[in-house]
C-alpha cells in the first residue's frame, strides 16, 4: 500500500472520531437535534468545499502538465527540424509530470544549440565581411536568418580558412610587389602620377584592397617599370660600351676617365644624361682626330678577323681597310665592318672557342709528342715525365671528343646557314684531318729515318767493329771459366769484315782499350766437341794466339798456297764483303773464324782471326 493511501485511510478515521466528538461534545453541551443536524450539514459543506478545491487545484495542475507537454513536444519537433537532427523520442512508462520534465529539459538543451549554432554563423558572417571588404570578393551563400546545421557552419568556415589564407599570400605579393615597385620608381627616379600609384606607394598595406585586379594591376605596373628599367640599362650599357670604344680610339687620359665613375654604374636619369654629354663630346673629339680613329678600328678589325679565323680573301673582300683617305664615311664603314665582326663572333661564340681550344689542345698535344720521342728526357727529374706522359695520354683521348663535338655544332651550323664553316679559308673538318694525317705522316717518316739509321749503323758496325755497352749477365754457376776458351765452328758474332779481311791478310789486330764484347760473344755461339774437349788442332791454335799477345814468336798460320785464296783487296761496303764471301766458297775454301777473349788487367783485350784453308 501506498504511502498516500495509508494518510488518506488516517484522514477517514480523523474524520470519524472528529464527527463522534462533535456529537458528543453537543450531546453534552445539550444541542437540540435540529441544531445538530444544522451543525453537521455545515461540517460537510466546508469539508466538501475544501476538498472539492483541493481537486480543481489538482486538475487545472493535470491540465497544465498536459498543455505543457503538448507545447514542449512542439517546440521540440521545429527545433529538432531547423537543427536537422532526429526528432525527440518519449521514454515509455513515464509520468504525465516526468514527461513534462523531460520535455522541458530536452526543449532547453535544443535552445542552447541553437544559440551556439547562430552565434557561430553570426561570428562567421562578420569575418567573412571583413574578408570580402579587403578582397572584394562575393560573401558566403547562406540564410543569416535560419538555423545552419553543422555540415553548413563547417563548409563555412572551410571556405574562410581559405579565404584568409588567400588574403594572407595576396597581402605578401603585395608587399613584395611593393617593395620592388619603390626600387624601381627610385632607380627611375620617378614619382607616383595615377591614383592608383598613389594608393600603392601612400596607402597604409592593410587597407589596400587586396583584389584580384588590384593584384594584376600591381604585376602590370611592375613589370612595366622593369621594362623602363632595363630600356635604360640597355640604353646606358649601349652607351658605356659606346664611351669605352671611343675612350679607347681616342687613348683617352685615365684622369678624364674616372671624372666619369660615378655614372658608370647605375641607370638613373642622371646617369643617362651624364653618359650622353660624354658621347656628345667623345663624338666631336672622334671626328677631329678621324686617321688614329680608324687606325684603332683597324686593330680591332685585325683582332676579330684572328678570333673569327678569316682567311686572307676573306680579310681582303673588306676593301676600305687598306684605303688612306681618311674621311667620315671610311669611318662609318669600318665601324660598320666592326658591328659585323662582332655580332658574327657573339653569335657564333661557342663555335669559335670550341676550335680555338681544339688549337691550344693539338699544339700542346704535338709539343708533348715531341718531347716523348726526345732520349733528353729521361734526365728529368721531379715526376714532369709522368705528369707529361698523362697530360699526352688525357690529351689523345680528349681530342676524339672534342672533333666529335664540334663536328656536330658545324653540321648544325652548316644546315642552319647554307655554307660551309671554314677556318682560315677551308673546311675545318678537313683541316683536321689533314693534321692528323701530317701527324701520322711525320710519325712514319721519323720511323722509317729511325729504321735506315738503325740500318746504316749495323751496316758501319759489320764493317768497322762495334762496341756493346750492355752490362754482361751474372755467370750461371757451373759455367767454364772465361780461360776456356771454346772451339768456334762457322763465324763468331763478334767477327766483322774488317777482323776477316785483316786475318786473311795474314795480321792480327790488337785495340789496347776495348770495350765488353756483348753477351753472345762472350756465351760462344760455335758448337763444342763431345766431352767439352779441345782437339790437338784447337790446342795448337790457342797457343799461338796466346804466344801472339805475348809478343813471342809463333809458327805462320798460312802458307803461300793459302794465300791464293785470300781477298786480294778489302772491301768497300757490305755488298762487296758479301760477294767476295761468295766467291771464297765457290772456289771450296772452308773459312774459319775463332776469336778469343783475354783479360789483361782488366783494362786491354786483344782479338785475333785467322782463316785456314778447307780440307778435302
Same mark, same amino acid.
Given at each position: 500500500?501506498?504511502?498516500?493511501?495509508?494518510?488518506?485511510?488516517?484522514?477517514?478515521?480523523?474524520?470519524?472520531?472528529?464527527?463522534?466528538?462533535?456529537?458528543?461534545?453537543?450531546?453534552?453541551?445539550?444541542?437540540?437535534?435540529?441544531?445538530?443536524?444544522?451543525?453537521?450539514?455545515?461540517?460537510?459543506?466546508?469539508?466538501?468545499?475544501?476538498?472539492? /478545491? !483541493?481537486?480543481?487545484?489538482?486538475?487545472?495542475?493535470?491540465?497544465? $502538465?498536459?498543455?505543457?507537454?503538448?507545447?514542449?513536444?512542439?517546440?521540440?519537433?521545429?527545433?529538432?527540424?531547423? $537543427?536537422?537532427?532526429?526528432?525527440? %523520442?518519449?521514454?515509455?512508462?513515464? *509520468? !504525465?509530470?516526468?514527461?513534462? =520534465?523531460?520535455?522541458?529539459?530536452?526543449?532547453?538543451?535544443?535552445?542552447?544549440?541553437?544559440?551556439?549554432?547562430?552565434?557561430?554563423?553570426?561570428?562567421?558572417?562578420?569575418?567573412?565581411?571583413?574578408?570580402?571588404?579587403?578582397?572584394?570578393? *562575393?560573401?558566403?551563400?547562406?540564410?543569416? &536568418?535560419?538555423?545552419?546545421?553543422?555540415?553548413?557552419?563547417?563548409?563555412?568556415?572551410?571556405?574562410? #580558412?581559405?579565404?584568409?589564407?588567400?588574403?594572407?599570400?595576396?597581402?605578401?605579393?603585395?608587399?613584395?610587389?611593393?617593395?620592388?615597385?619603390?626600387?624601381?620608381?627610385?632607380?627611375?627616379?620617378?614619382?607616383?602620377?595615377?591614383?592608383?600609384?598613389?594608393?600603392?606607394?601612400?596607402?597604409?598595406?592593410?587597407?589596400?584592397?587586396?583584389? #584580384?585586379?588590384?593584384?594584376?594591376?600591381?604585376?602590370?605596373?611592375?613589370?612595366?617599370?622593369?621594362?623602363?628599367?632595363?630600356?635604360?640599362?640597355?640604353?646606358?650599357?649601349?652607351?658605356?660600351?659606346?664611351?669605352?670604344?671611343?675612350?679607347?680610339? /681616342?687613348?683617352?687620359?685615365?684622369?678624364?676617365?674616372?671624372?666619369?665613375?660615378?655614372?658608370?654604374?647605375?641607370?638613373?636619369?642622371?646617369?643617362?644624361?651624364?653618359?650622353?654629354?660624354?658621347?656628345?663630346?667623345?663624338?666631336?673629339?672622334?671626328?677631329?682626330? !678621324?686617321?688614329?680613329?680608324?687606325?684603332?678600328?683597324?686593330?680591332?678589325?685585325?683582332?676579330?678577323?684572328?678570333?673569327?679565323?678569316?682567311?686572307?680573301?676573306?680579310?681582303?673582300?673588306?676593301?676600305?681597310?687598306?684605303?688612306?683617305?681618311?674621311?667620315?664615311?671610311?669611318?662609318?664603314?669600318?665601324?660598320?665592318?666592326?658591328?659585323? $665582326? =662582332? %655580332?658574327?663572333?657573339?653569335?657564333?661564340?661557342?663555335?669559335?672557342?670550341?676550335? *680555338?681550344?681544339?688549337?691550344?689542345?693539338?699544339?700542346?698535344?704535338?709539343?708533348?709528342?715531341?718531347?716523348?720521342?726526345?732520349?733528353?728526357?729521361?734526365?728529368?727529374?721531379? &715526376?714532369?715525365?709522368?705528369?707529361?706522359?698523362?697530360?699526352?695520354?688525357?690529351?689523345?683521348?680528349?681530342?676524339?671528343? $672534342?672533333? %666529335?663535338?664540334?663536328?656536330?655544332?658545324?653540321?648544325?651550323?652548316?644546315?642552319?646557314?647554307?655554307?660551309?664553316?671554314?677556318? #682560315?679559308?677551308?673546311?675545318?673538318?678537313?683541316?683536321?684531318?689533314?693534321?692528323?694525317?701530317?701527324?701520322?705522316?711525320? =710519325?712514319?717518316?721519323?720511323?722509317?729515318?729511325?729504321?735506315?739509321?738503325?740500318?746504316?749503323?749495323?751496316?758501319?758496325? !759489320?764493317?768497322?767493329?762495334?762496341?756493346?755497352?750492355?752490362?754482361?749477365?751474372?755467370?750461371?754457376?757451373?759455367?767454364?771459366?772465361?780461360?776456356?776458351?771454346?772451339?768456334?765452328? &762457322?763465324?763468331?758474332?763478334?767477327?766483322?769484315?774488317?777482323?776477316?779481311?785483316?786475318?786473311?791478310?795474314?795480321?792480327?789486330?790488337?785495340?789496347?782499350?776495348?770495350? %765488353?764484347?756483348?753477351?753472345?760473344?762472350?756465351?760462344?755461339?760455335? /758448337?763444342?766437341?763431345?766431352?767439352?774437349? =779441345?782437339?790437338?788442332?784447337?790446342?795448337?791454335?790457342?797457343?799461338? #794466339?796466346?804466344?801472339?799477345?805475348?809478343?813471342?814468336?809463333?809458327?805462320?798460320?798460312?802458307?803461300?798456297?793459302?794465300?791464293?785464296?785470300?781477298?786480294?783487296?778489302?772491301?768497300?761496303?757490305?755488298?762487296?764483303?758479301?760477294?767476295?764471301?761468295?766467291?771464297?766458297?765457290?772456289?771450296?775454301?772452308?773459312?774459319? /773464324?775463332?776469336?778469343?777473349?783475354?783479360?789483361?788487367? &782488366?783494362?786491354?783485350?786483344?782479338? *785475333?782471326?785467322?782463316?785456314?784453308?778447307?780440307?778435302?
Amino acid at each position: 500500500m501506498r504511502v498516500s493511501e495509508v494518510h488518506a485511510a488516517e484522514s477517514v478515521a480523523y474524520l470519524n472520531r472528529a464527527l463522534v466528538r462533535l456529537q458528543d461534545i453537543w450531546e453534552e453541551i445539550g444541542i437540540p437535534e435540529e441544531q445538530r443536524l444544522q451543525r453537521t450539514i455545515d461540517v460537510h459543506k466546508h469539508i466538501k468545499g475544501l476538498l472539492d /478545491l !483541493m481537486i480543481v487545484e489538482e486538475e487545472e495542475l493535470k491540465t497544465r $502538465l498536459i498543455k505543457s507537454i503538448d507545447a514542449c513536444r512542439q517546440e521540440l519537433f521545429s527545433l529538432c527540424s531547423e $537543427l536537422q537532427l532526429p526528432p525527440f %523520442k518519449e521514454e515509455d512508462g513515464c *509520468t !504525465m509530470l516526468q514527461m513534462e =520534465k523531460n520535455s522541458r529539459t530536452r526543449l532547453e538543451v535544443m535552445k542552447e544549440h541553437k544559440k551556439q549554432r547562430m552565434d557561430e554563423l553570426k561570428g562567421l558572417i562578420g569575418k567573412d565581411r571583413e574578408l570580402c571588404d579587403i578582397m572584394c570578393t *562575393t560573401p558566403f551563400c547562406i540564410d543569416h &536568418g535560419a538555423i545552419p546545421s553543422l555540415k553548413q557552419l563547417e563548409s563555412y568556415q572551410a571556405y574562410l #580558412n581559405d579565404l584568409s589564407k588567400e588574403k594572407e599570400h595576396r597581402h605578401e605579393e603585395f608587399v613584395s610587389i611593393k617593395k620592388d615597385i619603390i626600387v624601381c620608381m627610385d632607380d627611375l627616379e620617378q614619382t607616383p602620377e595615377t591614383s592608383f600609384e598613389m594608393d600603392v606607394m601612400c596607402e597604409d598595406e592593410e587597407a589596400f584592397c587586396l583584389s #584580384n585586379d588590384n593584384i594584376a594591376a600591381l604585376n602590370m605596373l611592375l613589370t612595366q617599370l622593369k621594362e623602363r628599367r632595363a630600356q635604360a640599362e640597355l640604353r646606358c650599357s649601349a652607351l658605356r660600351t659606346k664611351i669605352q670604344e671611343l675612350w679607347e680610339r /681616342l687613348q683617352v687620359p685615365q684622369e678624364e676617365r674616372e671624372e666619369l665613375s660615378e655614372h658608370m654604374l647605375k641607370s638613373r636619369k642622371r646617369n643617362i644624361e651624364a653618359l650622353q654629354a660624354e658621347v656628345q663630346r667623345l663624338e666631336v673629339l672622334k671626328m677631329q682626330s !678621324m686617321k688614329s680613329v680608324i687606325k684603332s678600328i683597324r686593330a680591332e678589325i685585325a683582332h676579330y678577323w684572328e678570333r673569327c679565323f678569316y682567311s686572307q680573301e676573306q680579310q681582303q673582300m673588306f676593301v676600305a681597310y687598306h684605303e688612306e683617305d681618311f674621311t667620315e664615311d671610311l669611318l662609318n664603314l669600318h665601324e660598320a665592318e666592326v658591328q659585323i $665582326l =662582332k %655580332k658574327y663572333y657573339e653569335d657564333h661564340s661557342k663555335l669559335f672557342e670550341g676550335v *680555338t681550344k681544339w688549337q691550344e689542345n693539338w699544339t700542346l698535344y704535338m709539343e708533348l709528342d715531341k718531347k716523348a720521342n726526345d732520349p733528353a728526357r729521361f734526365n728529368n727529374r721531379g &715526376g714532369n715525365l709522368l705528369k707529361e706522359e698523362k697530360q699526352r695520354s688525357d690529351l689523345h683521348k680528349s681530342l676524339p671528343k $672534342l672533333e %666529335k663535338s664540334l663536328k656536330a655544332q658545324i653540321d648544325e651550323w652548316g644546315q642552319e646557314h647554307g655554307r660551309e664553316f671554314l677556318v #682560315n679559308g677551308q673546311d675545318f673538318l678537313e683541316y683536321v684531318q689533314q693534321q692528323w694525317a701530317q701527324h701520322l705522316e711525320e =710519325k712514319e717518316k721519323e720511323k722509317l729515318e729511325r729504321q735506315l739509321k738503325k740500318t746504316k749503323q749495323t751496316q758501319e758496325d !759489320m764493317l768497322y767493329g762495334t762496341s756493346v755497352r750492355t752490362p754482361t749477365k751474372r755467370r750461371v754457376p757451373g759455367t767454364p771459366t772465361p780461360g776456356k776458351v771454346k772451339k768456334l765452328r &762457322g763465324m763468331s758474332t763478334m767477327s766483322t769484315p774488317s777482323s776477316f779481311l785483316s786475318s786473311g791478310l795474314g795480321g792480327s789486330m790488337c785495340h789496347p782499350s776495348i770495350q %765488353k764484347p756483348p753477351l753472345s760473344a762472350s756465351k760462344g755461339l760455335g /758448337l763444342q766437341t763431345p766431352g767439352n774437349g =779441345k782437339t790437338p788442332r784447337a790446342l795448337d791454335r790457342n797457343k799461338e #794466339n796466346i804466344s801472339h799477345l805475348r809478343n813471342t814468336p809463333s809458327v805462320p798460320l798460312r802458307s803461300q798456297d793459302t794465300q791464293d785464296h785470300n781477298f786480294t783487296t778489302i772491301p768497300g761496303s757490305y755488298t762487296e764483303f758479301a760477294k767476295d764471301l761468295s766467291k771464297a766458297s765457290k772456289s771450296n775454301v772452308k773459312l774459319e /773464324l775463332s776469336s778469343t777473349q783475354l783479360s789483361n788487367e &782488366g783494362s786491354r783485350r786483344c782479338v *785475333t782471326t785467322g782463316i785456314h784453308p778447307a780440307q778435302r
